[in-house]
């Protein structure tokens, strides 16, 4: 046992005020700390560190204290989800670690990396653990296991790898969880409970993150809210089946309470390591924050910002044409649609669903990449060309992962479905998945998505993926084995090839809307499709917690048509708009349709989306805590809090006839601002006889106030009626920047 004065070998990773502290034990390293930056640290306060990371000798328990190290398993006394399960032909199933190597390096942008690497010399297996931690204070962590050659080096069976999770350990502070659940045009539906004795386990078995998609996992002090509380959250960066959990155990995690830890979840025999073959977890991002779940949004948001490549310049307006024609792809409509799209402003043009071969309902065609002939007999130029000559760019609707039965690819190359040799399954939505790591269906996959983008010079794709995969196993030597990993894996090279061909090329992930939102896709996209639901009621909750992850302008908002096309609810074209500005905004109605009153609220919004968009694709997202669920306010503020977008929305009535002071976050109390409420979206209804006076004031041009009364004591926001926004806009007066 370590004492104040022993010499401690401790690497600290630190940045933006989060820190993770190592202590280089033997045979496996520790982790002493996990979250508020300690500051530089002498080598008595290491020490110190040291010491108090020992916990006590229990009754009942091993005769020496547990250890929390960044490998957990049994040898160390842990109890919960150890780091790494498998065997090798029924044996070698308790692994033991021991460390060769330690290697730290600073990054050129800012923060640090800690390797680490062991061996497991009761399996036979080479680890490599790396952490990273960027300088938004997000804490990347990934692990490599690669199977070796027997240790007398006689034939060895492959080892069986069933789970490896990462894990980090919290503190007792932490006792409440929030994650998320979903359906169908429902996504992102935050759940909270108390963390207690166990294991909360999220398991996603659908082939992809899905509709009801842990997402994040986040735990903080009980209470926490956007603006306050201590929160730890994780993020399983893959687009394939996961794992997400957070244990406490009677004995606690070494010196810490519990564990939050996650990866990919392995079907049984689908990683198999033979010497010299390696697999890689896919990255868990884990985070802190000290200021709520909007430090902890505030950290991811940068994180994706600071990728090279995150969409640079401003985010084209787009029109998607699928619930303004469906199926019904009449050249002369769809001209009249884009000669409508072009008069409100849209810059980028996008054919849904319903252009390839035999595509006239959702029951065939999936699979053949080419043009319909028999709907456009001269191709899509016809189109293309029109809408280039409008000034705007052209997308595409494609879903490639998955075949319709009834399409030339199924009836040519049923070799290419991905599902048991003794017959497969159920259609879902008419469809069945394509084996993507198929060699020869990837290559064509490439080439007919490939000659598409060149014939057409394509600036984007909307990339769907609609059916779960169930059963996905293909035939390998021995019988069928599983088949998702491969699947998830082949899928991201297929887009990098793509993307490598033309680097130009932008690529929306969507899945039956929001069913693949995750950072392992955001690698290679460009945006993602939040939900099929734009009726603005939904869209307010679904937009703000996908904004928990990614920023405003990764995340698909659009104006849809009233009534709704998923709920059937009317809404008010205020309201409509207002919820689809904050975001990379669309058009998802049929405008040849809209009334010339109707076609000048969309114009006015798209005005102002190009007037606001510098602000809300680049400022920190905040979200107000508010005692009241029945109202909402959320905006954008820019860096150094000089200019700032705020939405202040009432989803349903509520039993107060007057809301209070309500705090703006995120301005300088210090500040004095300019205030001012936007109208060129209409003015929303009120549901009392007149707003508090300063809205009086706002609502005829700027009234100045100062940003204690805005940041700290608050304004009284009036009431307005169900499903009602109201825009208000702020800008810091210069004299006091």
């Not at 000048?600 to 798209?606: G, R």
């Not at 707003?691 to 004031?697: E, F, K, Y």
Request: one cysteine or more; a negative charge.
């Amino acid at each position: 046992m370590a004492s104040a004065s022993t010499p401690v070998r401790i690497i600290t990773l630190r940045a933006a005020g989060a820190a993770l502290v190592v202590e280089l034990t033997e045979p496996v390293p520790r982790i002493l700390h996990w979250g508020p930056d300690l500051g530089e640290l002498s080598d008595a306060d290491a020490a110190a560190l040291s010491l108090t990371a020992e916990g006590a000798v229990l009754n009942n328990a091993l005769d020496r204290p547990r250890r929390f190290t960044v490998w957990p398993t049994e040898a160390e006394g842990w109890l919960g989800t150890p780091a790494q399960q498998g065997h090798r032909g029924g044996v070698a199933t308790a692994p033991r670690l021991r460390t060769v190597g330690v290697e730290q390096q600073e990054l050129p942008c800012g923060g640090s990396e800690l390797t680490i690497r062991l061996v497991d010399g009761n399996a036979d297996l080479d680890i490599v653990l790396r952490y990273r931690l960027e300088p938004s204070g997000v804490l990347a962590a990934q692990a490599e296991v690669t199977g070796r050659a027997a240790a007398d080096g006689g034939p060895a069976a492959p080892y069986d790898l069933a789970e490896l999770t990462l894990l980090l350990p919290l503190p007792s502070r932490a006792a409440e969880v929030l994650d998320f659940t979903g359906k169908w045009s429902r996504e992102r539906v935050p759940q909270r409970a108390p963390l207690q004795h166990g294991s909360r386990l999220r398991e996603v078995r659908r082939g992809k993150p899905g509709a009801d998609s842990p997402y994040l996992l986040a735990v903080g002090v009980p209470g926490f809210g956007f603006r306050e509380g201590e929160v730890w959250g994780l993020h399983v960066g893959w687009s394939g089946d996961q794992r997400y959990l957070v244990q406490r155990l009677p004995e606690g995690a070494g010196a810490h309470s519990s564990a939050l830890g996650g990866g990919d979840l392995l079907r049984a025999g689908e990683i198999r390591l033979g010497p010299g073959e390696t697999h890689r977890t896919p990255v868990c991002y884990f985070a802190w924050s000290g200021q709520g779940l909007d430090g902890l949004a505030d950290r991811f948001h940068t994180l994706l910002r600071a990728r090279p490549n995150h969409p640079v310049g401003p985010r084209p307006l787009l029109l998607n044409s699928w619930e303004a024609v469906y199926f019904d792809h009449d050249l002369d409509r769809l001209l009249r649609l884009a000669d409508r799209a072009a008069e409100v402003g849209v810059e980028r043009f996008v054919l849904d669903d319903g252009w390839f071969l035999g595509r006239r309902d959702a029951t065939a065609g999936l699979g053949d990449w080419t043009v319909d002939p028999a709907v456009w007999p001269d191709g899509l130029s016809p189109l293309v060309d029109h809408v280039r000559g409008l000034g705007m760019q052209f997308g595409l609707w494609v879903e490639p992962e998955m075949v319709n039965p009834d399409s030339e690819l199924a009836r040519n190359h049923p070799d290419w479905i991905l599902g048991p040799s003794s017959g497969l399954g159920p259609t879902s939505r008419h469809q069945y998945t394509l084996n993507v790591a198929h060699p020869d269906a990837w290559r064509y996959l490439l080439e007919a998505l490939d000659a598409l983008v060149r014939a057409y010079a394509l600036d984007y794709l909307k990339w769907d993926h609609n059916r779960e995969l169930l059963e996905a196993v293909a035939p390998g030597p021995g019988g069928d084995r599983p088949g998702g990993h491969a699947q998830v894996e082949a899928l991201y090279r297929l887009i990098d090839a793509l993307k490598e061909r033309h680097p130009g090329l932008e690529i929306e992930s969507c899945a039956s809307g929001g069913g693949r939102v995750d950072l392992g896709i955001l690698e290679r996209t460009d945006r993602v499709w939040a939900s099929d639901c734009n009726d603005p009621l939904e869209r307010q909750s679904i937009q703000r917690w996908t904004g928990q992850l990614l920023p405003p302008e990764l995340v698909g908002s659009h104006v849809g048509g009233s009534p709704s096309h998923t709920t059937g609810r009317a809404s008010a074209d205020g309201f409509r708009l207002a919820t689809a500005l904050f975001g990379h905004a669309g058009i998802e109605q049929d405008l040849t349709r809209c009334t010339p009153e109707e076609l000048a609220a969309i114009t006015a919004w798209s005005r102002l989306h190009r007037e606001f968009r510098p602000l809300l694709h680049s400022g920190r997202v905040v979200r107000a805590d508010l005692a009241d669920d029945a109202v909402l306010l959320h905006g954008v503020v820019a860096d150094g809090a000089e200019h700032a977008l705020f939405c202040w929305a009432r989803l349903a009535t509520s039993a107060d006839a007057q809301s209070g002071r309500v705090r703006l976050p995120g301005l300088d109390p210090a500040g004095r601002y300019r205030v001012r409420i936007r109208s060129e979206l209409g003015r929303p209804r009120l549901h009392q006889t007149a707003g508090p006076a300063w809205t009086v004031q706002a609502l005829q041009g700027w009234t100045v106030l100062p940003g204690a009364v805005l940041a700290l004591a608050g304004l009284p926001m009036p009431t307005l009626d169900p499903e009602q926004a109201m825009l208000v806009e702020v800008r810091r007066l210069e004299d006091h920047v």
